[in-house]
């Protein structure tokens, strides 16, 4: 980070569904992209779409040239991943190591923090696509945000650069968050493909359409509740002949 304009060089790890889509919003906040991590047609196709021109790189290299370095990756794949960088020496003092994994909290990165590297766990509660729809909707999404207090509002203020609004997780709540968000994830999808299949078999042809505006008003109505907003009834006022609805 250069301390003229706070700028960062970005080097994203996984270019998955998540990876590209956050290297795009920190993109757009004037960070600078030094390269992405890409494997298979489809990840560089992605990459192609939402970071054009932007350097394919090996991991190792995108670590040495990155200020900060994004890690969206699986969780399963997340600690092999950091202690093979750190065996190889790969970790810099004082460089941003983020990663995006639900279940894991800043211990995970322990190998880079031992080499002098700054942990950030940030997760976008959004349920990813890997297409520029994502960015519309990242902000209007929630980005758990774990760190040690020193460097919590560096994590948070990368969250509100990428359009978000940051949730201060614990670390020992990271699991039963990561829960949380697999439960609303999965049965949202599972609940969905059931009605697809219901009106599928009695000869309705196009069943995501018919079932779109019940899915986004029964989800919108649960979460207004969940968070206390009742929904009142509106007295209905008849217009009279002039066409005024009777008040003065």
Known sequence: MTARDGRLGVGIVGAGRVGPVLGAALAGAGHAI???????DDERDRVDGLLPGAVIAAVPDIVERSELVV?????????????????????QPGQLVLHTAPGHGVGVLDPARAAGAIPLAVHPALDFTGTSIDLVRLREAWCAVTAPAPVLPIAQALVVEMGAEPIVVDEADRPAYADAIAAASQFSRAVVDQAVDGLRAIGVDEPGR????????????ALREASGVRIEPERFVPEDDSGHNGSP
Not at 34 to 40: E, F, I, Q, T, Y
Not at 71 to 80: F, H, K
Not at 210 to 221: F, P, T, Y
């Open 34 to 40: 030094v390269g992405v991590s890409a494997v298979g």
């Open 71 to 91: 890690l969206a990756v699986p969780d399963g794949e997340l600690p092999g991943l950091i202690h093979g960088l750190a065996a190889a020496g790969a970790w």
């Open 210 to 221: 018919v079932l779109s505006a019940v899915v986004r008003s029964a989800v919108e109505n």
